[in-house]
């Protein structure tokens, strides 16, 4: 099933919409996508302060009037050098307080056609919108430097694409959400647990036949050919090679399908410390996540890593995201770091080749170093 159009949003003239009628397309589709263009970046970046946004023009999807909200120079301090990007649901007074809609939604780049596609837009995660919580979205969707320099910025310009899915049956939203929350009352309740973890001193219990359904090497360990002298009903497995926050996150998404949540430590007296030192224990729990997800073939958890630490690559994590994805196999991961490094400046890359991540991939994967000279060979040809 492809996408329908529900139109374009231009903004021009450093951060008013262009009135452009002509372009407005609503849909009652369930999939659709919605264009916003933005001109004169340059003059839009320097006359809209960090916390203020620009409006996208409504647009019908699923039976529900929405807009996308842009922020040049992020929504608040701490994101300053980031653009923002969120969904909005526009609410109507005779709206039910308790009634919300499931949506399934990405942000993307015009010419990122793998993220543009069905699967792509069906793995990601499913947010509610209600009266209470309308919006949702990226703090952080790109750097602004990264963007000024890749090739996405043309003529002083981009074009952002918003997919989504709007899961608007009501039953079936109704059965997936109570199954769902079913299944997480037992994880939290551990009523019919038959099996338990230890993962580094933390132990979990959990129901082989969850884990199975969800796991071929999970099936395997629990009633396979690796059940004998690993998983007999009473004893407990020992895992010690994993982090037990990124145990306790791969079940949370084997129980409830969706993409769990990083738990966050207190904020620190200096906010812009917090941030940089939540960022890379972001980083790291992300990585470590997506070598789990690998490593207990959970394909749908490890494109969901993927993509998240694909849209958030940076100067100082790039080379360690290189050899992660060298080392598990992964293409997406590879080609989305390769396309960073070529749209990087001389000292940009210099400051990459600095970095700890840099120098372990030196190390554990130097053949990745030849592709790379290629690509970057043929970039100054071109």
């Given at each position: 099933m492809s996408a329908s159009f529900a139109g374009v949003s231009v903004v021009s003239h450093g951060g008013e919409l262009c009135p452009c009628a002509e372009l407005s397309a609503d849909t009652s589709a369930d999939y659709a996508y919605h264009l916003l263009v933005v001109q004169d970046y340059t003059c839009t970046k320097k006359f809209t302060p960090t916390g203020q946004s620009i409006i996208s023009r409504p647009f019908i999807v699923g039976d529900h009037e929405w807009c996308i909200q842009f922020f040049p120079n992020g929504d608040k301090p701490s994101c300053a050098d980031f653009i923002s990007l969120y969904l909005r649901r526009l609410i109507d007074d005779d709206d039910d307080e308790d009634k919300f809609v499931e949506v399934k939604f990405s942000f993307s780049f015009i010419d990122q056609v793998e993220k543009q596609k069905p699967v792509y837009i069906r793995g990601s995660k499913t947010y509610k919108f209600s009266r209470s919580e309308t919006t949702w979205g990226s703090d952080r969707f790109t750097r602004?430097?990264?963007?000024?320099?890749?090739?996405?910025?043309?003529?002083?310009?981009?074009?952002?694409?918003?997919?989504?899915?709007?899961?608007?049956?009501?039953?079936?939203?109704?059965?997936?959400?109570?199954?769902?929350?079913?299944?997480?009352?037992?994880?939290?309740?551990?009523?019919?647990?038959?099996?338990?973890?230890?993962?580094?001193?933390?132990?979990?219990?959990?129901?082989?036949?969850?884990?199975?359904?969800?796991?071929?090497?999970?099936?395997?360990?629990?009633?396979?050919?690796?059940?004998?002298?690993?998983?007999?009903?009473?004893?407990?497995?020992?895992?010690?090679?994993?982090?037990?926050?990124?145990?306790?996150?791969?079940?949370?998404?084997?129980?409830?399908?969706?993409?769990?949540?990083?738990?966050?430590?207190?904020?620190?007296?200096?906010?812009?410390?917090?941030?940089?030192?939540?960022?890379?224990?972001?980083?790291?729990?992300?990585?470590?996540?997506?070598?789990?997800?690998?490593?207990?073939?959970?394909?749908?958890?490890?494109?969901?890593?993927?993509?998240?630490?694909?849209?958030?690559?940076?100067?100082s994590s790039v080379g360690s995201n290189l050899a992660l994805a060298e080392q598990h196999h992964c293409r997406g991961l590879k080609e989305a770091c390769f396309r960073f490094i070529q749209a990087q400046s001389l000292s940009c890359l210099q400051r990459i080749m600095a970095t700890g991540g840099w120098e372990y991939l030196i190390t554990t994967c130097p053949t990745v170093l030849n592709d790379l000279i290629i690509r970057l060979a043929l970039n100054q040809r071109n």
């Open positions: 602004k430097d990264a963007l000024e320099q890749s090739r996405n910025m043309k003529y002083d310009g981009f074009t952002i694409r918003c997919d989504l899915i709007v899961c608007n049956t009501e039953v079936a939203a109704t059965i997936t959400h109570d199954i769902g929350q079913h299944l997480n009352n037992l994880l939290q309740t551990k009523v019919g647990a038959d099996v338990t973890f230890e993962v580094n001193g933390e132990t979990f219990a959990a129901h082989r036949c969850v884990l199975a359904a969800r796991s071929t090497v999970f099936m395997a360990q629990l009633f396979g050919p690796m059940k004998e002298g690993t998983a007999t009903t009473s004893s407990v497995i020992q895992i010690q090679d994993m982090e037990a926050s990124v145990f306790s996150a791969m079940l949370s998404f084997i129980y409830t399908d969706s993409f769990p949540e990083m738990e966050k430590d207190d904020m620190q007296e200096d906010e812009a410390q917090a941030v940089e030192e939540e960022d890379e224990m972001r980083l790291q729990w992300l990585q470590e996540l997506f070598a789990a997800a690998d490593r207990y073939d959970l394909q749908r958890l490890k494109y969901m890593c993927v993509k998240h630490l694909s849209e958030n690559i940076q100067v």
